[in-house]
């Protein structure tokens, strides 16, 4: 069947490109890095001779061990701060009733699409006033208010499809409400939260703004994508290599974790996006 | 949920949250607190300040805040200051201008300001500052360490009245220990084959960048990533064609002032011609300053049009030279002193700030800045041949013994910057007129000064 | 949707307790989201520098950002930025779809994954890996003059007419990726007893798409849309990162101006009016984008 052949082949030689295409950019910065700084010929050339010296300066210069350090804190505070408070909603906007139900469920999806930037500046002043601007708490405390709505909305998901006899089993034999949450609908929930916090920490993990805005003057506590921001503007540095390099270090670490955890990135992506 | 309904139900969510979530909105910034006479003058210094004064504070950290510029200058400043006061470490920050620029009025502000920083001269910064509340003056400081003596009539820049609204009089809140100026390096090589005098006129000018196109030469090296580059370059030319105390004034918010002036749109269709005509290089909007002045150090074009702070990359003297404005303007293009230092009126460790500030600025730390090829506002020695460093003296004390410097067009309010520099962009690429930009320009000024 | 009630209380009676597992997440809700963008419409109502005391204007900042023309022009690089953002991956997206429907496709995870990797680098990667390609030096120039149009190498974001459609190009990198995503994943849940029978129908490849793939995946187009265009009327990092709004003005957008003013200029009213006209906007384009992507069917509920 040559029609058959043909489509086929097509549709390989766009898969095909398109998957060099996604790539390029990255490995482009690999092997800029990878080059030394006074043989840079500029364009397609893979590096002659391999170093490692680029990282080193990066490294040394940028401060890109504390950056990720403070990134890994604060996107593992957001995980664990907001799937926790958003299990224990999701919970009761699944299994109880009470007034008010529909009313502060709605006023929860507002926050699915609210942007951010319309809200910085006042939050700004706000942290300001409780004196916790260029803190971890400034990147933490708002980035749970933003991921509540993801969060109790996908929980709420997921208790739904816990089976039915299940939870009754558990009323049954005279547990509470508060032990049923958690010998029965958090652990049987488990994918669902591991992908949730997946989803969390890759949000977490790359943001900028929040970070450029509430926690400038504080190196100890900036995070990777904001270390990385200052780096490469601040035009002493502006050696492309050294730059290249630390760019490739703060992506590294989110490589390596999809890399492991790809069929969780792209379902939690794919699932928190169409359902509900 | 259907996607309709959900949408219908947002919306009745919002208004939910709405009259929820309104109570207590109080005016922002509350009442004002920050009255500015409440800028304390305390440790108030007669002579340099003394081990023993600071040594009453205890171990104290004093944080600081500079331009990464000042880290060649700080390297070796930083250790002789924690000898002399040994119970003090300095924690320095350094930034690039922009983020620097970007930061300073909030760090300033907020509740864990550094004791010391770098700020800017003119409304945009320096003036918010002082009208804030938020410096200490520095009278004591400058007639202890003989600053006011040594910048002579050049400190009425780092003057301001005391609410901030009058600048170029008042109390010194500020001091910088060097001088900085736009001006033309050149390639002595390149010249000489050229054929060609280093020009001092714009007509030489003009005729120098001619001459090297038709000999297949890049006759003006530019990056403009940063956008102030290219109004830098203007301002050599602009210097040459308006007289220097009317651009001063302008800057300086003096009453009635414009910027709106023919000789001014000449000077930016003049800068737009040497683009139209080739004579700059390409892709300048998206080559960084420093790359710029990189290439030019190594061998690339003839003239690089820039601030003598490259003098630390531009550093060959037997290869290349440097010098001021042009004749035709007694000399004027953009300058001032650098970047003032400041101290906190809310901080903690006045009298430790105080010394740094002072230190900075003494006249010990001469030699070291020449060191690094700044030029000192305090005197000293012509310094090694074969450096660029004495072009970079004559050039300075050229332009201040003459018209005197332009001072920095964003000097003149707070978002001049932007203003200014995109739309000499625009202006440049051939997307709008001279005449827009002054009228953008100078409505820009007018709305900043009648506020 | 059933609900599970593991209680089963009377028919009538309500839970109070429900609302203690509810307070953690409002607290946070209420205190750093809802309540902050109601005070952003306040503060929009005062001249303030962020620093002494504000003044009363009320709607003096609205009326000023609504009739400035760098304000619209920045929302007209927004929309701009639609096309490329969402517009275009969307389009590109689906013809990969349509091709790839037609057959099965060996080692689809790994291209899924692959075509994926865009969207989970961070931003200021994304624009640093994208400032060197179009740099001056760099690749694109390289391949350019490689094949002889030299003519048209530049740098293409400090350049007027290509800066704009260059971090355009950049967003459909990025977005293409989470647009395929949903649409194979939209892909495997249409039936495929549908194909066949468009196959038995004698449809060709064309009719096919337009009579089963595409309904099929009208409700991951939605999604994808909304997603997209909200990122592009959001975009700050990548312009920011790129070329902060140059050259002149030729990239700025509104979250741009709402940083610049209210963190750089101190104009914090008004940035913060800057700041509710772009919530409506994009509360506006969300609502647009779901009732022209709504399931014809379904209705007008």
């Known amino acids: 069947m040559n029609g058959r052949r043909s489509e086929q082949l097509l549709g390989y030689g766009l898969l095909t490109l398109g998957t060099l295409i996604a790539l390029y950019p990255f490995a482009s910065i690999a092997m800029l890095a990878l080059t030394p700084g006074d043989q840079r010929t500029g364009g397609l050339g893979i590096p002659k001779t391999i170093t490692f010296d680029n990282f080193v300066i990066a490294w040394t210069r940028g401060g890109f061990g504390q950056a990720l350090w403070s990134s ?53 002043y706000l942290l300001d ?11 933490i405390l708002p980035q749970i208010a933003t991921s509540v709505s993801l969060g109790v909305l996908w929980m709420r998901q997921a ?34 939260i591991a992908t949730l916090g997946t989803l969390l920490f890759l949000y977490t993990w790359n943001e900028f703004l929040m970070a450029l805005v509430l926690v400038p003057q504080n190196p100890a506590v900036q995070t990777a994508p904001l270390a990385l921001s200052f780096f490469a503007g601040s035009t002493r540095n502006f050696d492309p290599t050294v730059t290249a390099a630390a760019a490739v270090t703060v992506a590294l670490p989110i490589l390596v974790v999809y890399v492991i955890f790809q069929r969780r990135f792209i379902t939690g992506i794919t699932a928190g996006a169409v359902k509900e | 949920m259907h996607p309709q309904r959900r949408f219908g139900v947002m919306a009745i969510g919002a208004a939910a949250a709405a009259a929820l979530a309104l109570a207590g909105c109080s005016a922002p910034g509350g009442s004002s607190e920050t009255a500015s006479d409440s800028a304390s003058t305390s440790d108030q210094i007669t002579a340099p300040v003394t081990a023993d004064q600071v040594a009453g504070l205890g171990d104290t950290t004093l944080s600081v805040w500079a331009d990464q510029g000042e880290q060649d200058f700080m390297e070796a400043l930083i250790p002789a200051y924690e000898a002399k006061y040994p119970n ?19 760090a300033m502000n907020s509740s864990d300001a550094p004791d010391v920083t770098q700020g800017n001269q003119g409304w945009a910064t320096d003036g918010a500052l002082v009208s804030a509340g938020l410096l200490r003056p520095l009278d004591d400081v400058a007639a202890a360490y003989d600053y006011e003596s040594a910048a002579g009539d050049s400190i009425t820049q780092l003057q301001w009245s005391s609410d901030g609204a009058q600048f170029g009089t008042g109390s010194i809140y500020g001091m910088s220990p060097d001088n900085q100026m736009v001006g033309i390096f050149y390639n002595k090589t390149k010249l000489a084959a050229l054929g060609l005098d280093v020009p001092r006129t714009l007509a030489d000018l003009d005729a120098a960048l001619k001459a090297a196109k038709a000999a297949g030469e890049t006759p003006l090296v530019l ?21 220097a105390a009317d651009t001063r004034a302008w800057i300086t918010g003096a009453e009635g002032a414009t910027f709106d002036v023919p000789s001014n749109g000449e000077a930016i269709d003049h800068l737009a011609g040497w683009v139209a005509d080739g004579l700059v290089s390409p892709g300048y909007d998206g080559t960084s300053p420093d790359d710029a002045a990189a290439a030019f150090a190594g061998g690339e074009g003839v003239f690089f049009i820039g601030g003598n702070w490259y003098a630390g990359t531009i550093a060959d003297g037997s290869q290349f030279g440097f010098t001021a404005g042009l004749k035709d303007g007694d000399y004027a293009s953009s300058g001032s002193f650098g970047l003032p230092w400041h101290v906190s009126a809310k901080s903690d460790a006045t009298i430790a700030a105080l010394a740094f500030v002072g230190m900075v600025n003494s006249a010990d730390t001469a030699s070291t800045l020449a060191s690094v090829n700044r030029v000192p506002i305090h005197a000293v020695d012509a310094g090694q041949p074969g450096s660029i460093f004495p072009d970079l003296l004559t050039a300075s004390a050229e332009q201040l013994d003459n018209g005197g410097p332009l001072y920095w067009y964003d000097w003149a309010t707070d978002t001049m ?9 625009s202006v440049l690429a051939g997307q709008s007129s001279s005449s827009e930009l002054l009228k953008q320009i100078q409505d820009d000024w007018t709305t900043f000064h009648t506020k | 949707m059933r609900t599970v009630n593991p209680h089963r209380p009377g028919r009538r009676r309500y839970d109070w307790g429900a609302y203690l597992y509810l307070v953690p997440a409002f607290a946070f809700y209420l205190v750093f989201l809802l309540r902050p963008v109601l005070e952003s419409v306040w503060i929009s109502l005062f001249e303030w520098n962020g620093i002494t005391a504000s003044t009363w204007v009320g709607t003096q900042n609205l009326v000023d950002v609504l009739t400035s023309t760098e304000i619209w022009r920045a929302v007209g690089h927004s929309l701009v930025f639609i096309v490329f953002y969402a517009v275009i991956p969307t389009v590109l997206a689906l013809v990969f779809i349509g091709v790839i429907s037609r057959f099965r496709v060996r080692g689809l995870a790994f291209f899924r994954a692959a075509l994926f990797v865009p969207y989970i680098l961070s931003t200021v990667v994304v624009a640093i890996a994208w400032r060197w390609i179009f740099a001056e030096g760099g690749p694109l120039n390289a391949v350019l003059r490689g094949v002889g149009l030299g003519g048209f190498a530049r ?18 990198w990025v977005m293409f990726g989470l647009a395929f995503v949903l649409f194979v994943s939209g892909l495997q849940s249409i039936p495929g007893d549908l194909f066949e ?44 990162n790129t070329t902060s709004g140059g050259p002149g003005t030729s990239t700025t957008v509104p979250s741009y101006y709402i940083y610049r003013e209210a963190f750089v200029t101190h104009h914090v009213g008004r940035a913060s009016a800057i700041a509710v006209m772009l919530t409506v906007i994009i509360f506006v384009a969300v609502g647009l984008t779901m009732r022209l992507t709504r399931d014809p069917e379904a209705g007008d509920r």
Do not use: C
């Not at chain 1, 006033?129 to 990147?139: D, E, F, I, K, R």
């Not at chain 1, 208790?159 to 006899?165: C, D």
């Not at chain 2, 910057?417 to 962009?425: A, E, K, M, V, Y």
């Not at chain 3, 309904?215 to 990548?238: C, H, K, S, W």
């Open chain 2, 417 to 425: 910057f932007d203003t200014f520099t995109s739309g000499l962009q």
């Open chain 1, 129 to 139: 006033g409780m004196g916790l601007l260029n803190t971890y708490w400034a990147l």
């Open chain 2, 88 to 106: 003090v470490t300095v924690d320095i920050q350094y930034k690039s201008f922009n983020d620097l620029m970007a930061t300073v009025l909030n």
């Open chain 1, 72 to 124: 890994l804190i604060v996107a593992i505070a957001v995980v664990v701060g907001a799937s926790l408070v958003s299990l224990l909603a999701a919970y009761a906007f699944q299994t109880m009733r009470f007034p008010g139900r529909g009313a502060l469920l709605a006023i929860l999806l507002v926050g699915l699409i609210m942007p951010y930037e319309g809200l910085i500046i006042p939050l700004y």
């Open chain 3, 197 to 240: 029978a468009a196959r038995i129908d004698g449809a060709g490849p064309v009719r096919e798409f337009f009579a089963v793939t595409l309904p099929g995946l009208r409700g991951e187009i939605q999604v994808a849309l909304v997603l997209m265009i909200t990122a592009a009327l959001r975009n700050f990092d990548i312009v920011w």
């Open chain 2, 223 to 243: 990056g403009n990533s940063d956008k102030a580059s290219a109004m830098q370059a203007l301002s050599l030319i602009q210097g040459a064609l308006t007289p």
């Open chain 1, 159 to 192: 208790f739904a499809s816990v089976p039915h006899s299940l939870a009754e089993a558990a009323s049954i034999d005279g547990a509470s409400r508060w032990a049923t949450l958690w010998r029965i609908f958090v652990p049987v929930s488990g994918p669902a």
């Open chain 3, 155 to 172: 740098a293409w974001l400090g350049d007027f007419d290509t800066a704009l459609p260059s971090v355009g190009v950049i967003g459909t």
